[in-house]
């Protein structure tokens, strides 16, 4: 946690998401309880998340433009205060005839993260220093892990001891305090010094710069399949929680909390890894196969929940592997579009395996689906593997080094 002392502008982005996301789960939590209170329709859920996911394809690409136009400051100021007003509007909830409102003000809300969370993440080499990438991007999934652990949990806690609109009120709260975080720091755009591209890179745009490069089309390949593998894992985490051992809605929070401790817990392996970054990266991936295909066959939950806590240990690590590659390859001019291009392109993957794991689930037991995605996971695993390994050795043969 050094970094964060170290790094002061870092420190604030850092609060300003860790608020922003657990006031933001505190919503999700509160308006599908709403929901299932006056509908009492899993459909209506269904429709929810899916108004959640829209956004990131039809507004994520522009979210690099608009900072551009506006700065990333005042950009994340902006769809803050924003997402404040509209979740004003759950308070006016009163009947099943105002359904709309909670699908306006979840779609609404949701392009307001769709336009953040890309610009916010553009921000993190700019304003650290380069060898702190790391360490940060392991921050990162410590932030994301407390969001699931604290949101998830505390959400439902305030919902229940204090009723729905006093969890709507933490949300409306959590954007004000956030964007007064970010209100002050004094930039968050990339310096002059930082942001000079290599010298194959210069004057290509975005796209001219992925497709020249073997590294950028391989992160670029699994920005798109991942995903489907990952919308599987979502869906079957409420599934097996629910219908295979019985537990309720308190399974599911015991689970997506573990999930959240294990995101916490990676950076304590991350630190240790200098080198070699896309081999344990995608390592990583290869052991959350294994252990998804684990979970499809155990039958004590205690036993599944610690597996899914090391399942996000390994997730942790290999987000914050990838994220450092792209941010220390990638011309800082160019992070901000590739950073919406890849949540457009990785949750629309997302959101078409979710849909297409709900309608399996009518045909499919969960765990077979559940060894489906382990398997999914492995193949990419070993896929990724061989073709870094590919990359590796081509590069050290273009350099000259291939007799070493």
Do not use: C
Not at 68 to 89: E, G, H, P, Q, Y
Not at 305 to 311: E, H, I, K, Q
């Amino acid at each position: 946690m050094s970094i964060l002392t170290n790094e002061k502008k870092y420190q604030k982005l850092f609060l300003a998401g860790l608020i922003n996301g657990i006031g933001d789960r505190f919503s999700q939590v509160a308006s599908l309880s709403l929901l299932l209170q006056l509908a009492d329709s899993g459909m209506s859920v269904g429709i929810t998340l899916a108004l959640r996911m829209l956004p990131f394809l039809l507004f994520g690409p522009f979210s690099n433009k608009m900072a551009a136009k506006w700065s990333r400051k005042n950009l994340l100021i902006f769809t803050d205060a924003a997402r404040a007003v509209i979740a004003i509007s759950f308070f006016f909830v009163e009947n099943e005839a105002d359904i709309w409102i909670i699908y306006s003000a979840s779609f609404l809300l949701a392009s307001g993260e769709a336009l953040y969370a890309p610009v916010r993440k553009a921000s993190i080499p700019a304003i650290i220093a380069p060898k702190n990438l790391k360490a940060v991007n392991g921050l990162e999934q410590v932030q994301l892990g407390f969001v699931l652990v604290i949101g998830a949990l505390a959400g439902g806690v305030v919902s229940y001891l204090f009723g729905i609109h006093a969890a709507f009120l933490v949300n409306i709260v959590s954007f004000i305090v956030a964007g007064a975080f970010i209100n002050r720091i004094e930039s968050l755009e990339n310096p002059q010094s930082n942001a000079v591209s290599p010298s194959e890179y210069k004057g290509k745009g975005l796209f001219s710069v992925l497709f020249s490069s073997s590294l950028f089309i391989m992160l670029m390949s699994a920005d798109i399949f991942v995903p489907l593998a990952n919308g599987i894992e979502n869906v079957l985490i409420s599934v097996y929680a629910n219908n295979t051992f019985f537990a309720g809605d308190l399974g599911v929070g015991i689970l997506y909390s573990v999930l959240g401790i294990g995101f916490i817990i990676s950076p304590l392996l991350t630190k240790y890894i200098k080198s070699h970054f896309l081999y344990f990266a995608y390592f990583s991936m290869l052991m959350e196969g294994f252990i998804l295909l684990a979970v499809s066959q155990i039958d004590s939950f205690i036993i599944i929940a610690v597996l899914f806590g090391l399942l996000t240990i390994f997730g942790g690590v290999g987000n914050a592997l990838l994220d450092t590659v792209i941010m220390n390859e990638l011309p800082q001019k160019h992070q901000g579009a590739y950073f919406s291009f890849s949540a457009t392109i990785g949750n629309t993957s997302l959101s078409l395996s979710m849909f297409t794991t709900g309608l399996l689930l009518n045909f499919l037991e969960p765990r077979i689906l559940g060894a489906i995605n382990g398997l999914l996971y492995i193949v990419f695993g070993v896929v990724y593997l061989l073709w870094s390994f590919l990359l590796i050795r081509l590069k050290k043969w273009q350099k000259g080094n291939f007799l070493q």
